[in-house]
């Protein structure tokens, strides 16, 4: 049972969702906000206690592509939580491949950088009490019907992941949308290595489907936007089936993974084979580098040379 949660990227999306649908339990006593922006943030405060009826959200400003912003953040969260749902992130858009001060590129700083630095300093101040929720995504398996082709590092080095976090593996020629699977796949690794680590706490990753109603195309190439909101969401994906759902259903699968004992930790939770939506099953059992434990320690240790 988690009375108290702090979600990042909480003001819109699935966050706002995830918080939306997690206040309307009755176990839960607190819901913590982190969000980089303050207007947007009591905005969204504002939404939720009116749609669920309930004050019960707190809001810690932090940005988590920038680690002193975590640190100063976490200075400020006085009693220990229950669960932590590392949801702030995405494809970033124009800015993915910028360097940050930390040395990752601004795509994994996003996804990654802050998120690691939240859950190495609440362990290590005993604010952490039971689960953490990574979000992760279809992209790293991949979808053959789209031609999105599974993370394919050939060696899964602690030099490769470090590579894909400054972003040298990929070249001259940086495609955040191709970047992005190869970050995900990074932080679940990361969340994989946690959970042998910290056999105590529930570290469990999921990936929301391809999930509607949130801003994730606005960071889109603008072609690739135009059609993924004109063609593939309202015609092709219903029609083909299983592969795209509602912002309900993708915050619902946030919501079951840190509430519901059925999803165990150290497993990556995402859509069957080839499917963006519909039951959610666990990755390893098809993308068999999952269960590499060297591969997982490999990601934890990656991230760590760019966390000072
Ligand atoms: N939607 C999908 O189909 C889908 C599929 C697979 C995985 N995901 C993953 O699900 C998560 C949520 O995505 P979404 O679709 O809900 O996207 P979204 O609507 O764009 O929401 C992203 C949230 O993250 C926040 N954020 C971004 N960068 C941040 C930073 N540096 N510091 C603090 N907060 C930051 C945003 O804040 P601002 O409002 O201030 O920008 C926003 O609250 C992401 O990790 C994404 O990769 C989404």
């Not at 519901?260 to 963006?276: H, I, M, N, P």
């Amino acid at each position: 049972m988690n009375k108290s949660i702090l979600i990042t990227g909480a003001n819109t999306g699935l966050g706002k969702e995830t918080a939306r649908q997690l206040a309307l339990k009755n176990e839960t006593k607190k819901i913590i906000l982190f969000c980089r922006n303050q207007a947007k943030a009591g905005a969204a405060k504002k939404d939720l206690e009116e749609q669920t009826g309930k004050k019960i959200f707190d809001i810690i400003i932090g940005d988590v592509a920038d680690a002193q912003s975590v640190r100063k953040a976490v200075e400020k969260i006085k009693e220990p939580i229950d669960a932590v749902i590392l949801n702030a992130g995405g494809m970033v858009g124009k800015t993915a491949g910028e360097i940050t001060s930390s040395g990752m590129n601004n795509l994994a700083a996003t996804n990654i950088l802050g998120h690691v630095i939240l859950v190495d300093e609440l362990i290590k101040h005993g604010k952490l009490k039971k689960a953490v929720l990574s979000v992760s995504a279809e992209a790293v398996p991949g979808v053959k019907m789209l031609g999105m082709k599974p993370v394919a590092m050939k060696t899964s080095s602690e030099d490769e992941f470090a590579a894909v976090i400054d972003g040298s593996y990929f070249g001259k020629n940086f495609d955040p949308v191709q970047a992005y699977g190869y970050v995900k796949y990074a932080v679940t690794m990361w969340t994989l290595a946690m959970a042998r680590k910290y056999p105590e706490l529930k570290f469990v990753v999921m990936s929301p489907g391809n999930t509607g109603g949130t801003n994730a195309p606005d960071n889109l190439p603008p072609a690739m936007k135009f059609m993924l909101k004109n063609l593939m969401m309202p015609v092709v994906f219903p029609l083909i089936g299983g592969m795209v759902h509602k912002l309900e259903v993708g915050a619902k699968r946030f919501v079951d993974g840190i509430s519901d004992d059925r999803y165990k930790s150290g497993v990556f939770y995402a859509s069957k084979e080839g499917k963006l939506s519909g039951d959610v099953v666990d990755q390893s059992t098809f993308y068999t580098d999952l269960k590499n434990t060297t591969f997982q320690d490999n990601a934890d240790k990656a991230i760590h040379r760019f966390i000072k």
